[in-house]
């Protein structure tokens, strides 16, 4: 009985990491230009583990026109705040 109770406290959280490892919408997509690997192009910088402040502050400028781009203004303008938010703090969570 002991036993079956620890294996679904173990199965609900798991499930539960899980769940919340999942990108939020939109933040599958960096990964496409921006993947963690070893030879990463100083033009399309890794951004695993970068501050999720950082981040956000980086998306807001590109999206508001004040830091130049020639995709992630046009990428970040389809995000608001809340959205921008979720996305830095989950990349902040990727290595």
């Known amino acids: 009985m002991m036993m079956r109770f620890a294996i679904s406290v173990l199965l609900a959280v798991a499930s539960g ?9 939109g933040a599958a ?3 496409g230009c921006h993947a963690v690997r070893d030879n990463a192009s100083p033009a399309i910088p890794s951004i695993g583990g970068r501050a999720a402040d950082e981040t956000f502050a ?3 400028a590109f999206r508001d026109g004040t830091r130049p781009a020639t995709v992630m203004n046009r990428i970040a303008k389809g995000f608001s705040d809340d959205e921008l938010r979720a996305i830095a703090a989950w990349v902040a969570t990727q290595k």
């Open 58 to 60: 980086a998306m807001v």
């Open 17 to 25: 990491a899980a769940a919340m490892a999942a990108p939020p919408p």
């Open 29 to 31: 997509s960096c990964s």
